[in-house]
């Protein structure tokens, strides 16, 4: 994984520096809220319902252990215990003191973390396939260019005040599991007419007030042209981007009003009249430094199965099961990647606590490389973990409560922290979220039921990706009362579609029933092997309408 250098460990202990002093003038009354705003937002720190929160960047969702550790004692010294890992493959802390700050990300830079460019209006944490690297329908290694694109990204200044938040997602696999289709930029490794190495951009993708999925501008851009390119996109949008508007200031908004065509061509125009400018290019030395940081490790020559773990799969039916939707195909033949559910039946989608993250490293460690992946559905990723230690894994996670057998399932849900601590937020999404989960708590059910992807907004800034959710719950307000639509449909893979909203909303009570004729009308009319989202499609939104408002 990568190192800071010189410059990064600079840069993080002066940005350290100066906001301890702005927060000694906040304390002091030398700067009122108005003031310190843009100063704290421009460090992570978020002023919530109850408390500041702390949003700290892991940049592509890679962590070591050593870093996970770090998280843990500031989890347990300066907060409630826990963090909370996010969508965008950062973490948060929900309850520092003020005063606390400073500390924090002065201990976050002695292991080479920081909250920079987690909020405001400029590019934010670059995310990746969790399973990058080590994927077995993997192109090329997307964390190169990810880490290419957070070093050249962090503190640009052209783009640090653009007209809204910027999120760009790459993925080096035909299997989108970045939901690189509704991020501002997607870039998705392909490969050239000669071969080589190269992206497909899509932009105007994006979630919140006005789901869009992005277009492709290019369909093949050379590696070298990288930077250059994205320069090109940002600067189109940072000249016509509305900054009159909150709500239209996205780039997905201009994409649309401009129309793909025309937007297209702004660009192309821009990238074309770049070249007189020197542009940024993306050196061939420059390239291989990089990638030397995401050389494979030293992996064994292992077998790709073992009598004991045969033995193990076909004489424990918890441990097949957990391995069934916890274990994917590693490029490395006799290793195993292995998701790490942070979604026990009745818990807090994406929370960890502390000793839970403690756990984590340690296991890391024992059965890896000591290296953690942050997935943008809030779990946890081992890259590396030897096929015959699947089943010692399994006993070690048990023993820490984290080995819940529902990745991938319906209680595998994310939700958005939701009126319970956001001050933007409609309605609450965590208890929704518990409720459905413990409803299907039986994993026999839910194991029959399949892969399902529920996803819940507490409003309509779609932090939860409700839109993209096999099922969507968005919180709304009605006169002071919260309810809850709901979408069917969506999808953000590869194949990404939003979802169809059923119809009125449910109440709060009513929800989870909702959901569950919702289940009850797709087992009803499955054929074989059909997932949610294939019966979806062949049989359209009538039959699950007329089941759930059969009753009004």
């Not at 503190?155 to 035909?174: V, Y």
């Not at 994205?230 to 000249?239: K, T």
């Amino acid at each position: 994984m990568y190192r800071y250098d010189e410059f990064d460990h600079t840069l993080v202990a002066e940005r350290v520096a100066q906001f301890r002093d702005q927060v000694n003038r906040r304390v002091a009354g030398a700067l009122t809220e108005d003031e310190f705003k843009p100063l704290r937002l421009m460090n992570g720190l978020y002023l919530q319902l109850h408390a500041y929160m702390l949003r700290v960047a892991i940049p592509y969702g890679v962590l070591s252990a050593t870093q996970m550790r770090r998280l843990a004692h500031i989890a347990r010294t300066y907060d409630k215990g826990y963090g909370h890992f996010t969508t965008r493959q950062n973490i948060q802390y929900n309850w520092p003191n003020l005063e606390d700050v400073p500390d924090i990300l002065e201990e976050l830079a002695e292991v080479e973390m920081h909250a920079i460019q987690t909020s405001g209006n400029c590019i934010r944490n670059v995310t990746a396939d969790q399973f990058a690297g080590v994927a077995a329908d993997e192109f090329d290694d997307p964390r190169v260019y990810a880490e290419i694109i957070r070093q050249w990204s962090t503190l640009h200044p052209e783009f640090s005040f653009l007209p809204r938040k910027f999120k760009i997602a790459i993925t080096g696999a035909p299997n989108d599991r970045a939901a690189v289709k509704v991020h501002d930029i997607g870039l998705r490794m392909v490969a050239g007419p000669d071969g080589a190495p190269g992206f497909e951009v899509i932009v105007g993708g994006g979630q919140g007030r006005t789901p869009m999925i992005g277009y492709v501008v290019r369909d093949y851009l050379p590696v070298p042209q990288l930077l250059a390119y994205l320069e090109a996109v940002l600067r189109v949008y940072n000249q016509l981007g509305r900054r009159d508007n909150l709500y239209k200031a996205r780039i997905k908004i201009l994409v649309h009003e401009t129309g793909r065509e025309e937007f297209t061509r702004l660009v192309e125009e821009e990238f074309a009249a770049m070249a007189g400018e020197n542009p940024p290019a993306l050196p061939g030395g420059e390239l291989a430094r990089i990638r030397a940081y995401f050389q494979p490790p030293a992996y064994a020559d292992l077998p790709a199965s073992t009598p004991e773990l045969d033995l193990a799969l076909a004489g424990n039916r918890t441990f097949a099961r957990w391995v069934k939707t916890a274990v994917a195909e590693h490029k490395q033949p006799g290793y195993a990647i292995v998701t790490i559910s942070l979604k026990p039946i009745g818990g807090i989608p994406g929370d960890a606590s502390a000793d839970e993250m403690d756990a984590v490293a340690d296991l890391a460690e024992r059965f890896g490389f000591g290296e953690i992946r942050v997935t943008h559905e809030q779990n946890l990723v081992l890259p590396d973990v030897p096929r015959q230690d699947l089943f010692a894994l399994w006993q070690s996670l048990d023993a820490a409560g984290l080995a819940t057998a529902n990745v991938g399932l319906v209680s595998d849900i994310i939700a958005c922290p939701g009126l319970d601590y956001c001050n933007l937020a409609n309605a609450r999404s965590i208890p929704i979220a518990q409720e459905i989960s413990q409803r299907f708590a039986d994993l026999d059910r839910q194991h029959d039921i399949g892969d399902l992807k529920v996803k819940i907004s507490g409003c309509i800034n779609a932090c939860g990706h409700h839109h993209v959710g096999h099922i969507g719950i968005l919180g709304v307000d009605r006169k002071g009362v919260e309810y809850y639509q709901v979408t069917l449909g969506g999808d953000a893979t590869e194949n990404a579609a939003l979802g169809d909203i059923t119809g009125p909303s449910f109440s709060g009570e009513a929800i989870t029933d909702a959901v569950e004729t919702i289940i009850a009308t797709y087992i009803g009319h499955r054929e074989d092997g059909e997932r949610f989202l294939d019966t979806y499609r062949r049989i359209g939104m009538k039959p699950f309408k007329e089941a759930l408002y059969a009753a009004h």
